[in-house]
C-alpha cells in the first residue's frame, strides 16, 4: 500500500490521495494573509510532482482572509495547478465569498462549490482522463 504524504503548512493540511485528487483542508481557525497563502501555494507542485491536479478544498472550518491574500487568490494563482476545483463548505459566508469570485473573476479553470464531499467527487471525477 502507497504511504500518503500529509504536508501541513500555516493555514492547511494537503496530501494527494489514492486517486491522485489533491486534497486541501484549512486549518480551524487560521487567518490567511499573503505570506501564508504564497507558502502554501508553492507546497502544491511539490505533492503533485509538477503536474496539474484536480483539487478538493475543504473549507469547512472557521477561518479569515485578508484583502491582500484575496486579491492574490482573484489573480489566479491557482489555475496554472488545476485542471478543476470542487470548494466544499458548510458555510453561507464562504458560499458568498466563492460564488461571488467565480462568477466575477471568471477562473480559467473549472470551480464549483459543494456542501456534499460526495458530490464534489462525483463532479471532480468527469475531469479525470480516461
Known sequence: MQNIKIVKTKIN???VDKEGFLRIKVI???H??????KEDAAVNMTLTNNQKAL???D???FFTIDQEA???VKS???DPTRIATAVLTDKL?????VNFFIRFNKPSTPMKMFTCEKKALQWLRKFQKK
Request: proline share 3%; no cysteine.
Open 59 to 61: 473549507s469547512r472550518a
Open 32 to 37: 490567511i494573509d499573503l505570506p501564508a497563502l
Open 93 to 97: 459566508a464562504t458560499t458568498l465569498l
Open 76 to 78: 489566479g494563482i491557482t
Open 13 to 15: 493540511k494537503k496530501y
Open 70 to 72: 484575496r486579491d492574490y
Open 28 to 30: 480551524d481557525g487560521v
Open 55 to 57: 483539487a478538493l478544498y
